[in-house]
Nanobody
Framework: QVHLVESGGGLVQAGGSLRLSCAASGRTFSTSAIGWFRQAPGKERDFVAAISRSGGALEYGDSVKGRFSISRDNAKNTVYLQMNTLKPEDTAVYYC???????????????RGQGTQVTVSS
C-alpha cells in the first residue's frame, strides 16, 4: 500500500510558477515510479510527467515539455513538479500516482493521491 499526498497548488497569474510536492508513505518509496496527471473540468485525465524509481529516466507530456520539471528526493520520500511559465490551460486538478514502472498511461499506476488544484489566471 502507498499513501500519496499532494501539496503546493494554488492560484497564480499566467507566466508565473508553482512547485507541487507529492509526499509518499507506505511501501518503499524508492521502488516506485511516480507520475503526475491532471484533469480539467469536463476533460480526460492527461499525463503530465513521470520519473523512474532511481530518477534516471524522465518523461513529459507534449504540452508541458520545456516548462515543467519533475524530480525526486528518495531520502524525503517526495517527488516534485516544478511548473514554470504557467498558462491558463494548465488549470486543473493535479494528481500524483505511483506504480512499478514509469509510464504515460494512467491505468498502469496502482495508487493515486487526492489531488491539488492549480488555477492559472490570464
Amino acid at each position: 500500500q502507498v499513501h500519496l499526498v499532494e501539496s503546493g497548488g494554488g492560484l497564480v497569474q499566467a507566466g508565473g510558477s508553482l512547485r507541487l510536492s507529492c509526499a509518499a508513505s507506505g511501501r518503499t518509496f524508492s521502488t516506485s515510479a511516480i507520475g503526475w496527471f491532471r484533469q480539467a473540468p469536463g476533460k480526460e485525465r492527461d499525463f503530465v510527467a513521470a520519473i523512474s524509481r532511481s530518477g534516471g529516466a524522465l518523461e513529459y507530456g507534449d504540452s508541458v515539455k520545456g516548462r515543467f520539471s519533475i524530480s525526486r528526493d528518495n531520502a524525503k520520500n517526495t517527488v516534485y513538479l516544478q511548473m514554470n511559465t504557467l498558462k491558463p490551460e494548465d488549470t486543473a486538478v493535479y494528481y500524483c500516482v505511483a506504480g512499478d514502472a514509469l509510464s504515460a498511461i494512467k491505468w498502469r499506476y496502482d495508487y493515486r493521491g487526492q489531488g491539488t488544484q492549480v488555477t492559472v489566471s490570464s
